[in-house]
T-cell receptor
Framework: DVKVTQSSRYLVKRTGEKVFLECVQD?????MFWYRQDPGLGLRLIYF???????EKGDIPEGYSVSREKKERFSLILESASTNQTSMYLC?????????????FGQGTRLTVV | GQNIDQPTEMTATEGAIVQINCTYQ??????LFWYQQHAGEAPTFLSY????GLEEKGRFSSFLSRSKGYSYLLLKELQMKDSASYLC??????????????FGAGTRLAVHP
């Protein structure tokens, strides 16, 4: 059974803290993604990676960075958390080279920055 | 750029049929996805359309008209468990095999007894 696992379901962090969100997939997928989901805005792409150590900015990368040291793991880093980064964060993975391939999502991490 | 529009909310009765519409504008079309997301859960894949027409998959069908920039998801014999958000998404042009997706804001469907 395919699986994308995010390390935390709920997180509360203080403004200015450095925050790490971890995502692991067990499907040997090349592509991995980080989205944030906000009411009325839908899912917006923050960063994605198509291979180990490769990353590209999505639509809203400001205030975030990512790390992909191993194929199965993709980390999202909030360098200095701010209240406007309070959101639901969703990790996803997919096979590369087939545009109609579905993405598999993790359960999400609801982050609150206070 | 891309723009995707869906109704924000819909309600329907158990056993009925509901159609959830999605209109999109994109400079290059590479197909359209529908995902289902129950509250507090991960989105899950429902369908992918790249050619015009209707594709049926059990109680769920998805329709595409590329010339009109329009798709709909048709849910038949509605069940309470179909209460969820339905997300329409398209890959941006020239995204190759990277499978990036641009999502609409989603349609929250409430099914009532």
């Amino acid at each position: 059974d395919v699986k994308v696992t995010q390390s935390s379901r709920y997180l509360v962090k203080r403004t200015g803290e450095k925050v790490f969100l971890e995502c692991v997939q067990d499907m040997d997928h090349e592509n991995m993604f980080w989205y944030r989901q906000d009411p009325g805005l839908g899912l917006r792409l923050i960063y994605f990676s198509y291979d180990v150590k490769m990353k590209e900015k999505g639509d809203i990368p400001e205030g975030y960075s990512v790390s992909r040291e191993k194929k199965e793991r993709f980390s999202l880093i909030l360098e200095s958390a701010s209240t406007n980064q309070t959101s639901m964060y969703l990790c996803a993975s997919s096979l590369r080279n087939t545009i109609n391939t579905e993405a598999f999502f993790g359960q999400g991490t609801r982050l609150t920055v206070v | 750029g891309q723009n995707i529009d869906q109704p924000t909310e819909m309600t329907a009765t158990e056993g009925a049929i509901v159609q959830i519409n999605c209109t999109y504008q994109t400079s290059g079309f590479n197909g359209l996805f529908w995902y289902q997301q129950h509250a507090g859960e991960a989105p899950t894949f429902l369908s992918y359309n790249v050619l015009d027409g209707l594709e049926e998959k059990g109680r769920f069908s998805s329709f595409l008209s590329r010339s009109k920039g329009y798709s709909y998801l048709l849910l038949k014999e509605l069940q309470m468990k179909d209460s969820a958000s339905y997300l329409c998404a398209v890959p941006p042009p020239f995204s190759g095999g990277y499978n990036k997706l641009i999502f609409g804001a989603g349609t929250r469907l409430a099914v009532h007894p």
